[in-house]
């Protein structure tokens, strides 16, 4: 088996500490994010691989932030292989979708989006210089999206 280097989004909890685990017990090393310390120590613990993980809180809201994210990932192993784009936040509460305020939806698009296409773009262009690499998006199901028409 080859060794791979992941980079997992929101992998204190949920699915994002599901997939971070079966990485790690299938033999990859795994850099670990979410916006918490506390969840992402847990995720390396249950892993049971300390020198296969590495961990980094971010903000996915401050898009800036992200190079430094990757340069993390890249110094702890050398390289990001696979880049699994988990991270989000749920939909802002509202009793209807229109009072959303205009600042909570540039948030949401800003987490749940913009910054799984800015990793993206972080991490491509080295994939396609070793001739490999593998990009997971992970989303929501329409029903629990933002839709200001209703």
């Not at 850099?31 to 120590?41: A, G, K, Q, Y």
């Not at 430094?68 to 699994?84: Q, W």
């Amino acid at each position: 088996m080859v060794e791979r280097v992941a980079l997992v989004t929101g992998a204190g909890r949920g699915l994002g500490q599901v997939m971070a685990l079966a990485l790690i017990r299938a033999g990859h090393r795994v850099f670990l994010t979410s916006t918490d310390v506390v969840s992402l120590e847990e995720t390396r613990r249950a892993g049971g691989a300390n020198e296969r993980t590495a961990i980094a809180t971010a903000d996915f809201g401050d898009e800036s932030s992200l190079p430094k994210l990757v340069a993390s990932a890249e110094r702890a192993f050398g390289r990001v292989d696979i880049l699994i784009n988990n991270a989000g936040i749920p939909n802002p509460l509202a009793s209807k979708q229109l009072d959303v305020a205009p600042d909570q939806i540039r948030k949401s698009f800003g987490i749940n989006i913009f910054a799984a296409i800015a990793l993206t773009r972080l991490v491509v262009p080295k994939m396609v210089e070793r001739r490999w690499g593998r990009i997971i998006f992970i989303s929501t199901s329409l029903d629990t999206m933002l839709n200001p028409a209703t």
